[in-house]
């Protein structure tokens, strides 16, 4: 169980830091002296004593006009742009203003390691970008981290985690003020190596400034958040500038797909290449030796004899991929994978990844095998059923639905991918947002229709459509459950209803006496 909010996170012991020095280095204007700021936060409902708050302006509003409600909560001082200054002036919030020329975002990475020290980084710092199984890279690294011996820390969509400290998480890479908060906080508790998942928005966001990672993966790219970045190429554009000197030392990329190959060829630091496909150009090659609905063997072999052979019990070859980018990831970070197989039991990597393939079923109760997952894209719809069915004894049953307010250009081909690869196909709701269920459901449904494959059923409540399921099920078939995984609530017009799927299937499954 997850406890507190990231964007609360602050060292327990920090080091209070001038803030005379930092506006000399960053060329602020105003009056710091004597001033000093021991955490930093861009959200104003977020300061905590001593903070320097960032005003920061956004797609709706200006930071800065609420500077009395972070001076209420004992900000130190606020950093923010001309317009910044001038709301706070108007608003008579009494919180001494640091102004800067340029926008508070290009500096507040810079700035927020400046407050925190976490400029030099004592730990391994890792970070992996793709469209499709960021989450599942990182926690396959903290688990081989562990296993190296070492204490790990991550950052991904599901939770933040520190050693055995669980928070929740909001976004999934953190805005700069708290990733900086956060390395500080694991610097404090021991923490050796820290694996990151990173977003697109979050290298063009300026989210990552102020830390260099010794390593950082690249697995696969296919189509997500067009509605942000307008077409593919600039989506690209910005996972491939995660592989320049400003952000890393060092890249893994996996080459199988032309993103991958584009990739080790335009990045701008040393890459090692991972191939998964036979007769590939690449340094490490990945073959599967076994597979089923329990999990993948492999063997990984690299340069000069370097070699793994292991396990995942998660099921589906790209969960296989996932661990070896992490193994390799390990590797170039100057952690041998003979360290990581020490702490392994013959091989075996025992990771559990929070609502990713996550089996909620009992595979000894006769009934069918549920998983729910968090796969929202084409492409992650395409692995998954890919996977499945070259594991699943019986039929396919797939269940899902759709984001609403995010990229609608992808629906028709989630329901085409969904009906092509399963053999019914159910779809429900997902967050609505702001339109209408139905609308989403539409779209979704022409794009299944148009497979001429599954069985296509509607069932717009994600409650009944789970029963339904189970209800269709016959022995030997596999159920999987896309979009939720590991969340805890559905977004419905500006409201977050309280709903786990993964609470809602076991509910479901003890109703039909299958589960204890
Ligand atoms: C599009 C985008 O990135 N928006 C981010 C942006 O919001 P915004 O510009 O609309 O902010 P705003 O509401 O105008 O507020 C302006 C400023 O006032 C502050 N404020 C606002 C209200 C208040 O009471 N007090 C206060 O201090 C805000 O913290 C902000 O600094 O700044 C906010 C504060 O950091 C972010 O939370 C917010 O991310 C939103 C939630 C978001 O959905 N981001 C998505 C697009 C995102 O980043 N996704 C990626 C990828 C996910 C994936 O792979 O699927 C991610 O890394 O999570
Ligand atoms: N290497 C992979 N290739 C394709 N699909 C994958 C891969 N690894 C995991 N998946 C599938 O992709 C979906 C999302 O996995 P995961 O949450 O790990 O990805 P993510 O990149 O972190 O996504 P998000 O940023 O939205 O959280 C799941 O359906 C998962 O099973």
């Given amino acids: 169980m997850s406890t507190g909010d990231s964007r609360s996170i602050r060292p327990k012991t920090p080091a209070p830091a001038p803030l005379e020095a930092i506006a000399e280095r960053f060329g ?42 972070a001076a209420g909560l004992g900000a130190a001082a606020m950093l923010t742009d001309a317009e910044g200054a001038r709301l706070a002036a108007e608003a008579g919030a009494d919180l001494p203003v640091l102004v800067t020329e340029q926008h508070p975002r290009a500096i507040m990475g810079e700035v927020a390691a400046a407050v925190y020290g976490t400029a030099d980084f004592g730990a391994k710092l890792f970070g992996i970008t793709g469209t499709n199984g960021k989450t599942s890279v990182v926690y396959m690294l903290a688990e081989l981290i562990r296993a190296a011996g070492m204490v790990p820390g991550l950052s991904s969509t599901a939770e933040r985690r520190i050693g055995e400290e ?53 697995n696969n790219f296919s189509q997500d958040h067009l509605d942000e970045f307008g077409d593919l190429e600039s989506y690209f554009a910005a996972k491939l500038a995660l592989f320049t000197p400003e952000h890393a030392e060092r890249g893994v990329v996996v080459v199988d797909g032309p993103w991958g190959q584009r990739i080790a060829r335009e990045s701008q630091i040393p890459v090692t290449r991972l191939a998964t496909e036979y007769g590939q150009d690449a340094d490490w090659h990945l073959a599967i030796t ?18 793994f052979r292991g396990s995942v019990p998660v099921f589906g070859r790209f969960m296989a991929e996932n661990a070896a980018l992490a193994l390799i990831m390990l590797h170039e970070a100057g952690i041998p994978i003979s360290q990581v197989e020490a702490g392994l039991e013959r091989g075996r990597i025992p990771v559990y990844i929070p609502g990713r393939l996550e089996e909620i079923s009992d595979p000894a109760s006769g ?10 894209t084409p492409g992650a719809f395409e692995a998954m059923l890919d996977a499945l069915r070259e594991v699943a004894p019986g039929r396919v049953i797939f269940m899902f639905g759709a984001d ?89 017009a500006g409201r977050m209803i309280p709903y786990s799927a993964r609470d809602e299937v076991r509910g479901a499954l003890r109703e039909a006496g299958l589960l204890k």
């Fill in 28 to 69: 602020l204007s105003g009056d710091p002296a004597g001033l000093a700021a021991t955490g930093v936060t861009l959200d104003s409902r977020d300061v905590r004593p001593g903070d320097l708050y960032i005003g920061m302006p956004g797609a709706k509003r200006h930071g800065a006009e609420f500077a009395a409600q």
């Fill in 367 to 376: 009934g069918p095998r549920f998983f729910a997952d968090y796969g929202h």
């Fill in 404 to 492: 609403g307010d995010r990229d609608t250009t992808k629906r028709e081909e989630m329901g085409r991918i969904a009906a092509a690869g399963s053999d019914i196909t159910i779809i429900c709701d997902y967050h609505p947002r702001s339109e209408p269920p139905e609308a989403i459901r539409a779209q979704l449904l022409e794009g299944a229709r148009s497979a001429q494959h599954a069985e296509v059923i509607e069932e717009g409540d994600p409650r009944q459509a789970v029963r339904l399921a189970i209800s269709l099920a016959q022995p030997g078939d596999v159920i999987l459950y896309a979009g939720p995984g590991h969340e805890d609530h559905q977004e419905v």
């Fill in 290 to 307: 076994h597979q089923s609905l329990d999990g993948v063997s492999f063997v990984l072999q690299g340069p000069e004899g370097a070699s």
């Fill in 166 to 218: 669980v928070i929740q998480s909001n976004l999934t890479s953190p805005e700069a003020s708290e990733l900086h908060g956060l390395l500080a906080r694991m610097v404090e508790r021991g923490v050796e190596a820290v694996a990151v998942e990173v977003s697109a928005q979050a290298v063009v966001r300026h989210r990552l400034d102020g830390v260099h990672f010794d390593v950082v993966a690249f």
